[in-house]
């Protein structure tokens, strides 16, 4: 197959990585890729969201197949125009995106489906949301309806922050249309862990359960960023739980969305609140995390362009899939400031310093060539390094010890991924 893989982050390097390996996949292109994504496909210059270039390269290349890594071609509709064009493609067509791309719908979805969520309220009227926010409890979440690269939800502990926050996004518009309806639920407090789960429509097959880390800083302190690390499988939690993730999110979800005419076929992200021991659905994405991708596809012994075909096949019945029975750990290694403003395109150091094997891998999410063909750190998050090993807390000392041979002027990491893992029991 000739295959196709769209995005430029980390979750796009680890997938092309894999991809590349499967003796299935006879050439493989990445548009637009990045330093790191060259080694594994040939990268092409095409703007993400310019669909009719996209369209010209797949016919003159002559793509069999195509993989979406991030939200916003889904959510605009590239599956259903590649269908059209009769292109195999992995991911959710417009209307099953919507899990992602409407707070206000998921949150409704759930309630009509008993999809266990936090208590809400929607407001497309600012003034009436101001009125909400007078007499309850706090601390309360209130979250922009629509696509805000994860920036959209605040967590807010009283009435004037509350008051500020809905101003900045009914009146002000700091997220443009996004915004123009909020959803206002209750704070869950609990232990917050990533399900994907492969979906064809109607079979499923769960990937192992993992943990992100969305804050800035140690100890979850800052701002919410786009993730910060991610490991899996998660090593203390109770064995019964995915069972319970199944029954209780992923089975419901198919069936309602193929009950509301939105069969669902790609990957299922439920972004999960565990509250002792209550489930809460706090999100779905209909992609993979980025950064859960890198540990989950490190650890994946299967094929995973055989994995995908099978699933946008609707075979997912007659797939097994096969993991490295390890843990696999990642630390994303971003510019100083980020999430906020930050300065780009230092000179990455020793990136030819680290020993890649079977036991860790350099994933790039913001790099890019200078004009001296030197790997720069372009983006807000730059590296994803990833290590994989039998002991979680070898695993963890392991891919240290490659992040902190990784220098630029202005790099910054967490010291402290798999914090949680221990009160996940
Ligand atoms: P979302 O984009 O909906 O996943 O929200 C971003 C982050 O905000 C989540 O990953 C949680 O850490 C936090 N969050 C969202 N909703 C809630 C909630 N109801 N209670 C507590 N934390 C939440
Ligand atoms: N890691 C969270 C996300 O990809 O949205």
């Not at 004037?160 to 639920?185: A, C, H, P, R």
């Not at 064995?239 to 979800?253: A, F, L, S």
Request: charged fraction near 30%; hydrophobic fraction near 35%.
């Amino acid at each position: 197959m000739k295959v196709l893989v769209l995005g430029s982050g980390g979750r796009e390097h680890a997938l092309c990585w894999a991809i590349s390996k499967s003796p299935l996949c006879e050439k493989l292109f990445c548009i637009p890729g990045n330093a790191g994504i060259n080694s594994e496909a040939e990268c092409v210059n095409i703007k993400i969201n310019n669909f009719n270039s996209i369209k010209k390269f797949i016919k003159k290349e002559k793509i069999n197949f195509v993989v979406v890594g991030p939200e916003e071609p889904l959510v605009n509709g590239i599956v259903d125009k590649l269908k059209k064009l009769k292109i195999k493609t992995f991911g959710p067509n417009k209307k099953a995106s919507i899990l992602e791309s409407s707070k206000s719908f998921t949150k409704d979805f759930c309630k009509r489906n008993n999809i266990p969520t936090a208590s809400y309220k929607k407001f497309k009227n600012y003034r009436k949301a101001i009125n909400y926010i007078q007499n309850i409890n706090y601390p309360i979440v209130i979250k922009a309806s629509g696509l805000a690269a994860g920036k959209g939800v605040f967590i807010l502990k009283n009435k004037s922050q509350s008051k500020k926050i809905l101003k900045d996004l009914m009146v002000k518009k700091k997220f443009g249309n996004s915004g123009k309806e909020v959803v206002i639920e209750d704070y869950l407090i609990g232990e917050e862990i990533s399900s994907l789960a492969l979906v064809d429509g109607k079979n499923y097959i769960p990937l192992l359960l993992s943990q992100d880390h969305k804050k800035i800083f140690e100890n979850d302190k800052g701002p919410n960023t786009g993730g910060m690390g991610a490991y899996c499988p998660l090593p203390y939690l109770k064995r019964n739980i995915q069972n319970k993730i199944n029954k209780e999110i992923i089975e419901p979800t198919i069936k309602a969305m193929n009950k509301e005419e939105r069969p669902f076929n790609g990957i299922l992200y439920s972004g999960l609140m565990l509250v002792k021991e209550k489930i809460y659905l706090i999100e779905y994405n209909v992609r993979f995390g980025d950064p859960e991708c890198q540990p989950l596809i490190f650890l994946l012994k299967s094929d995973l362009l055989k994995v995908l075909n099978n699933c946008v096949s609707k075979k997912l019945n007659k797939t097994k899939i096969k993991w490295k029975k390890e843990y696999a750990l990642s630390v994303v290694m971003v510019n100083k400031g980020y999430p906020n403003k930050f300065k780009k395109n230092s000179i990455i150091k020793n990136l030819n310093l680290i020993n890649e094997d079977q036991n860790t891998k350099v994933f790039h999410s913001g790099t890019s060539l200078d004009n001296q063909n030197k790997i720069v750190a372009s983006g807000g998050r730059v590296l994803t390094v990833t290590s994989s090993d039998k002991n979680f807390n070898s695993v963890k000392k392991k891919v240290y010890q490659t992040v902190k041979k990784l220098k630029w002027k202005n790099s910054f990491f967490r010291k402290d991924i798999g914090f949680r893992a221990k009160k996940l029991k």
